[in-house]
């Protein structure tokens, strides 16, 4: 069960619209290492996880994800928001116009729509753990792009909060995979 | 959005951000007694700051969680992607 509460996480400012900068967005909107990528992920990787606390640490931070999915899909939305079609067309988001308008569509800054064959589950509670701890980092990666692409302040402020945050879940599912390391060792028979 | 309150919603997200990073932690450190403590003070705080703010302002949740006065309050407030900070 989840409850939705009607506030973001973190407070997005945008000083006014800026469309290229919205088309970058979308990398971690609909990207393979964008924030619904790993809300998925490692919402969907719990399952097998062999002790309860990791179940509980890839929920909460999954469900972390969701909020930050929330934050990107804000920025974009209020930096396409009244934008006329001639200049989505004069920046190459005409093309993203046709489908969707100034929707907040779930596709990467390149226009390539979202897919679960970005993520991995592979029931080996390791290997999973290793798969996010290398998206954090490719998150954290892209946030830092995204930073030196930008000269709003607010959005910057937004972004440096958002790209934090990858540091200290890579800190955590570290700590997770030690713990589930130690709990394999413990039960392996040879 | 009043002055107000945009600046109660803003001291919401800073404790509830104290309450995630401390989840995270104590997810993985579940035995240390400080960062727990710290946990329950904010939770403590947080949780009354939002039931003064849901009496100013309406509901921030639905599905049982905050109470509404007629008629229904839920929509009647902007969403988060509307609010100008």
Redesign the interface.
Known sequence: MWIYEKKLEYPVRVLQPDIRMAKYLMAQYGGPDSELSAAVRYLTQRYTMPTNRTKGLLTDIGTEELAHWEIVGTMIYRLLKGVPPEQLRGTDLGGYFTQHDNAVYPADASGVPWTAAYIQATGDPVTDLHEDMAAEQKARTTYEHLIRLTDDPGVKDTLKFLREREVVHFQRFGEALNEVQEELAKKKVF | MDPYQIQM??E??QL??VA??L???L????DELEPLQDYNRTTERLNQLKMQYERLYG?????G?STSKAPWQ?AE?P???D?N?
Not at chain 2, 27 to 30: F, K, N, Q, S, V
Not at chain 2, 59 to 63: D, H, I, R, S, V
């Open positions: 919603l803003r919401i997200q509830e951000f995630i990073e989840t995270l932690y997810d993985t450190h579940p509901p921030l949740a639905a599905y969680v839920w407030q969403w988060p992607w609010i900070y």
